[in-house]
């Protein structure tokens, strides 16, 4: 069976940067996800698009096609009292905080200040080529209750 909007698709991957460092792989050996819901990035999506099981290859996702490009503008400074008292703000903590259009960020602190702590709202993969080693397990038809919701349901129902 090909790959297709409203299949489910289960997969090995490894993903690693430009330098072969390994930046996530299924541990469990398998992943899956429902193709054409917007669960993977993109880039990656489009590349499955056709496949069949048993298919193994490798590609690398431009930034644009992943997580995007960085951007700047997403780095903050902002006062220290913005976050709850005795909040523990070291770099690399990572705090929730609204965006402009009211939607909930995750940002990371990168720089702490006497009274002001640098944030930046960017994914940590923004601005990274991403290259996926891939083998294709199964591909099956959706349920109709994983394409009302938009996502694969576990052996037994929804998870």
Sequence with gaps: MQIENEKVVTLHYKLTDNKGAVIDQSDDGSFAYLHGANNIIPGLEDALTGKNAGDKFDVTIAPEQGYGERNEAML??????????????????????????????????????????????????????????????????ATAEEIEHGHVHGAGGHH
């Design 76 to 141: 903050q400074e902002v006062p220290r009292e913005m976050f709850e008292s005795g909040a523990d703000i070291q770099v690399g903590s990572q705090f929730h905080a609204q965006g402009p259009n009211g939607e909930t960020l995750v940002v990371a602190v990168v720089e702490v200040k006497d009274d002001k702590v640098v944030v930046d709202g960017n994914h940590p993969l923004a601005g990274v080529p991403l290259n996926f080693d891939v083998e294709v397990v199964d591909v099956r038809d």
